[in-house]
């Protein structure tokens, strides 16, 4: 019922531009569907207990809810612009994950469109909807914002977290519209750019992204809305309060405090200072690169084609890594890789050690100091395995259908990361094999590996016990 509301909200767009009136049908019918189909759900299995969801049981709630969605989101996509399902469902997908690798032709799509897009990603980014039924089912919603990727709430009181979620990333979003009218944007494209950027997705009304300004006050305005939409609720919470010491030892900041002035140098030095003939524009290059990388969102102010392997090697890292838990980015997470590099340390340090000494491991989470577990270390190790497995084993499908390593490297650490910077894979051409594998990565991305499993192996076995207890015949 949500769903179907939010499809609404393109018609808006309406009073300024009336011309687009003939795509009303393109949301309206789907939009529709979804009420109806709501409501008869609503109707059917509402009930007044309080029991609490587990995990699993909100995974499939999310699963389920996900896919009902992109399915119906792709409908204008196939009524505007009469994309073949394949390509609209793609388009989808990639708005709701937040990844920003498009299919589309910008510059002949209608304005309805792109404010679509651009609210899919907005929705998607703090996994709207999922918020929106924590906040109305109460205490059933910590499963269900647990199995999203949401498991750290801001206070207590799911609601009230929920609401303070959607405070801080509606702040965000208005004042990004703001800064980038300000900044020589129109209201359109302001408004486009700010969803896009505060949720990390991507999508642009130009063809060229942020490169179409080539104006240093509209990457001075991107910079921190990509930052901000890196950072975890939890994080962006604290900081919204004034509580920078909490902020300072989080593990995933300092993570972003080495590593882009380190990255944004050594892009400088290796790559950009040879391209850009212009001190200011390798600058700007080098450091924007980096953060669109590191923090997942995919604007791009320059293309990729005489980039030099450092460059690009050093992009896919960036992608790889990904952004912040529990936020709008992708990627294996900062806190994993920071907790990977202590694991490290503390081995090093045991083994340093004498044998009888006991070592403590502690990390920081938020503005609690918690002792790291086997049970800890195993599920990261478990993740990180899946994420690199899965990432190989697209880089092959990607080389199967034609294209070079290093191009299939680079758009599928993309796609599975959900950043949306591309060097041309990715286009309404690409072969089947290669759009469904990016279709798939972009969702297990999204939700993370494990709640897509732990959730489709559930709805198999409940299948199989409510199969083997319906008499036969019946």
């Known amino acids: 019922m949500l769903a179907g509301g939010m499809m609404l909200t393109p018609l808006l767009i309406l009073t300024t531009r009336p011309g687009e009136a003939a795509h009303v049908w393109a949301f309206s019918l789907p939009a529709a569907c979804l009420a109806v189909f709501g409501i008869v759900l609503w109707k059917l299995f509402r009930s007044s207990s309080t029991i609490t969801l587990s995990?699993?049981?909100?995974g499939v709630i999310v699963l389920m809810s996900w896919i009902v969605v992109m399915l119906f989101s792709a409908w204008p996509f196939v009524s505007v612009l009469g994309l073949p399902f394949s390509r609209a469902f793609f388009e989808s997908v990639s708005g709701w994950t937040t990844t920003g690798l498009s299919v589309v032709d910008v510059s002949k799509a209608d304005s309805i469109i792109l404010l679509w897009r651009s609210i899919i990603q907005l929705a998607g980014g703090a996994g709207l909807a999922i918020i929106m039924m924590s906040a109305i089912l109460g205490p059933t919603g910590v499963g269900i914002s647990s199995a999203e990727g949401r498991s750290d709430?801001?206070?207590?009181?799911?609601?009230?977290?929920?609401?303070?979620?959607?405070?801080?990333?509606?702040?965000?979003?208005?004042?990004?519209?703001?800064?980038?009218?300000?900044?020589?944007?129109?209201?359109?494209?302001?408004?486009?750019?700010?969803?896009?950027?505060?949720?990390?997705?991507?999508?642009?009304?130009?063809?060229?992204?942020?490169g179409y300004w080539n104006s240093t006050a509209i990457e001075a305005v991107t910079l921190p809305l990509m930052f901000l939409g890196n950072l975890s609720f939890v994080t962006a919470w604290f900081l919204w309060r004034g509580r920078l010491r909490t902020v300072v030892s989080n593990g995933e900041v300092r993570v972003l405090v080495v590593l882009i002035p380190s990255a944004a140098a050594a892009m400088f030095f290796l790559?950009?200072?040879?391209?850009?003939?212009?001190?200011d524009q390798s600058i700007r290059a080098a450091l924007f690169e980096t953060v669109s990388a590191i923090t997942t969102t995919g604007y791009s102010t320059v293309s990729y084609g005489n980039w030099n392997a450092f460059g690009i090697m050093l992009l896919i890292i960036l992608m790889l890594v990904g952004g912040g838990t529990c936020a709008t980015a992708g990627g294996i997470k900062q806190f994993r890789v920071y907790l990977m590099f202590k694991l490290v340390i503390w081995e090093i340090r045991r083994h340093l050690m004498p044998r009888t000494t006991v070592l403590e491991s502690p990390v920081w989470e938020g503005d609690h100091r918690v002792h790291v577990d086997d049970a800890r270390v195993r599920q990261v190790a478990v993740f990180v395995f899946l994420y690199l497995v899965t990432y190989a084993c697209g880089v092959?499908?990607?080389?199967?259908?034609?294209?070079?390593?290093?191009?299939?490297?680079?758009?599928?650490?993309?796609?599975?990361?959900?950043v949306g910077l591309s060097v041309g894979v990715t286009s309404a051409e690409m072969p089947d094999a290669a759009l469904w594998a990016e279709i798939l990565v972009m969702f297990l991305g999204r939700l993370e590996f494990i709640v897509v499993i732990v959730s489709v192996l559930k709805l198999g076995r409940d299948g199989r016990v409510v199969l083997a207890r319906t008499p036969k015949g019946t």
């Open 271 to 279: 790559t950009c200072q040879a391209i850009y003939p212009q001190l």
């Open 396 to 418: 092959l499908i990607l080389c199967a259908c034609g294209y070079g390593l290093r191009e299939s490297l680079f758009e599928f650490a993309s796609a599975i990361g959900t």
């Open 55 to 58: 995990i699993q049981e909100g």
């Open 153 to 210: 709430q801001l206070v207590p009181h799911v609601r009230r977290s929920a609401r303070l979620v959607l405070i801080i990333y509606s702040c965000y979003a208005a004042a990004g519209t703001l800064a980038y009218w300000i900044a020589g944007m129109t209201p359109f494209d302001a408004v486009n750019h700010a969803f896009c950027a505060v949720s990390t997705g991507g999508f642009s009304t130009r063809s060229e992204s942020i």
